[in-house]
């Protein structure tokens, strides 16, 4: 998985309480990116990360922060998780050039279930 | 918002058969990557046409792309048992972008 790892891979939590999931890179790429996959939606972008401290929203950002204070780490927080926040959460990571998105490498995915 | 559709939604052929995926966008593109998915694991890239590319080859797989009807297809060829898996068109908007827009993804079962 092009030197991706999530963490925790799997987490059962309760409605209400804060969640971090972690995804680390050894590939020194700029950006990195968090999406959720539920049926029926495909992937779809949360936030995403174009340099250390740089972040920017995705399409589906409500309810999530994120902070990249190293290169190889990105973290997303769900401030107050709700049960619609269970979901499977993919970090991928892209080395961009000329201005447009390249090739993007998966990590293995967070499945995430909020009771 | 999705950008790229997949079409058929489901596919289920027999192995050695041929199998043809389609995608369709909405907003013009840098370049359309493919992607895999196999149960239970994260995606992974297949190949990226650039929007001035028309074809585009790697070992088995066929990534056609017309910027006029906005619509690419994916082809597989002598298509094998592990070929079963999600697959899933993505674009990169023009002028420029730092994000892909996935489609919501297509099955491909191969049947031994």
Partial sequence: DAGITQSPRHKVTETGTPVTLRCHQT????????YR???GHGLRLIHYSYGV??????EVSDGYSVSRSKTEDFLLTLESATSSQTSVYFCAISESGRGQVETQYFGPGTRLLVL | SQQGEEDPQALSIQEGENATMNC?????IN???WYRQNSGRGLVHLILIRSNEREKHSGRLRVTLDTSKKSSSLLITASRAADTASYFCATASFPGSEKLVFGKGMKLTVNP
Avoid at chain 2, 24 to 28: D, H
Wanted: proline share 4%; glycine share 4%; no cysteine.
């Fill in chain 1, 27 to 34: 590939e020194n790429h700029r950006y990195m990116y968090w």
């Fill in chain 2, 24 to 28: 369709s966008y909405k907003t013009s």
């Fill in chain 2, 31 to 33: 370049n359309l990557q």
């Fill in chain 1, 37 to 39: 996959q539920d049926p």
């Fill in chain 1, 53 to 58: 401290k740089d972040t920017d929203k995705g």
